[in-house]
């Protein structure tokens, strides 16, 4: 989808590193490759070069964020279009307005060209920009259906693996560990009973279980729906993953979201779920799972997650009570909150407050880039 806009004038007082982070998200939606320290490394040399030069300005800007000879002009383009214009006077009333064609590519847009004829006759400039891009910073909370949906096919692409644990199962090994002596013998019979080479087995390794409890109460609603299907991209895209839903009662929701169709496995989910959006019950619902699930064994040595603002009707001794007894068993607890983002955000719900001394990884997780995080968090080696 394509349209025509003047090129939009900013003041001159706009902080220079703020015109070059947006001057790099022109240039990458233009198609080149801006990496981070590039932009870093062009807001230093602007703050020595200042703004008022454009020569200078240019220079230092070319010289940190083009990489090959053959982006120069697509640069140029841009430098005209986005930097030129912040300082440029009011055009005469007889004077047209600079056209610029901005179009946004949605990943299955294969258009790009002007949608009015008389465009083409215009000094334009083309523009792509991924809207994709946009979404990963996006705040769950103010997703429409449509990037749920896109949402979900994001999510499915991150990569949700725990860290490797040794493993009960011995396998074979180049390097001596232990004498496996039946592939001994059956290598030796096949040199008429002489034992020409010793094999060996050390323990294998597996990956650790993972445990997604998913708060569902009346206030996660607005981050419950994108979260749900981050457990449903998790469970669905490897073994070991147990999902479960808490509020006023814990379910275990790991069978509903094994299915790889997401309307399927989220319908499922919504037919099993009985509370939710209604209030919380953090601690009670943590010693259900620690007495039927957890401590007997589903949580040994595994990464437990909880996806959680923290509010907490319930006592919050009860809560520390059962984080302390899941922090016992479990390899790492992460507790991922939404609301961590928000500017001057303290723990100080009582729910939070009483359950963070247990906690080894406090994180965000109200977008994508959030999540995306957490599974870094997630795959972290141990140290």
């Not at 490759?33 to 602007?46: I, M, Q, T």
């Not at 607005?222 to 299907?229: E, H, I, M």
Request: positive net charge; aromatic residues 6%.
């Amino acid at each position: 989808m394509a349209e025509t806009l003047a090129a939009p004038t900013r003041p001159a007082s706009e902080p220079a590193d703020r015109l070059v982070v947006a001057f790099a998200r022109v240039l990458r939606g233009a198609g080149l490759e801006v990496p981070v320290d590039s932009v870093l490394a062009c807001g230093a040399a602007l703050g020595l070069t200042g703004m008022g030069d454009r020569d200078a300005a240019y220079w230092a800007m070319h010289a940190t964020l083009v990489h090959r000879h053959e982006d120069t002009p697509i640069f140029d383009r841009a430098f005209a279009a986005f930097w030129e214009a912040r300082d440029a006077t009011p055009p005469a009333p007889a004077q047209e307005p600079l056209a610029v064609t901005l179009a946004v590519d949605a990943d299955d847009d294969a258009g790009g060209e002007p949608a009015d004829p008389a465009a083409e006759r215009e000094p334009t400039m083309t523009l792509r920009f991924s809207a994709a891009e946009q979404l990963r910073t996006k705040d769950f909370a103010r997703y429409d259906d449509r990037e749920l949906r896109e949402a979900q096919r994001m999510m499915r692409r991150l990569r949700l693996a725990g860290t490797p644990r040794r493993s009960m199962r011995l396998t074979p090994a180049r390097r001596r560990g232990r004498h496996d002596l039946r592939r001994t013998v059956r290598a030796a019979l096949r040199h008429g009973g002489e034992p020409v080479r010793r094999h060996w087995r050390q323990p294998g390794e597996r990956l650790r279980r993972l445990v997604l409890v998913l708060d569902v109460s009346g206030s996660m609603e607005p981050y419950a729906r994108a979260l749900l299907r981050f457990v449903h991209a998790a469970v669905s895209g490897r073994q070991k993953v147990e999902a479960f839903t808490l509020g006023t009662r814990l379910t275990r929701v790991t069978h509903e979201m094994a299915t790889r169709d997401p309307d399927r496995a989220l319908g499922r989910a919504a037919d099993q779920v009985r509370d939710w959006s209604g209030g919380t019950r953090l601690g009670e619902c943590l010693r259900r799972f620690n007495d039927e699930w957890g401590v007997r064994g589903m949580a040994r040595g595994a990464i437990v997650v909880v996806l959680s603002d923290g509010w907490d009707r319930g006592e919050p001794d009860v809560l520390a009570e059962q984080m302390r007894r899941l922090s016992r068993v479990a390899h790492r607890v992460v507790w991922v909150n939404p609301l961590k983002v928000t500017p001057g955000y303290a723990p100080l719900a009582r729910g939070m407050a009483a359950a963070l001394p247990w906690v080894d990884d406090f994180v965000e997780g109200h977008s994508i880039e959030a999540m995306e995080r957490l599974a870094a968090v997630i795959s972290r080696p141990d140290a």
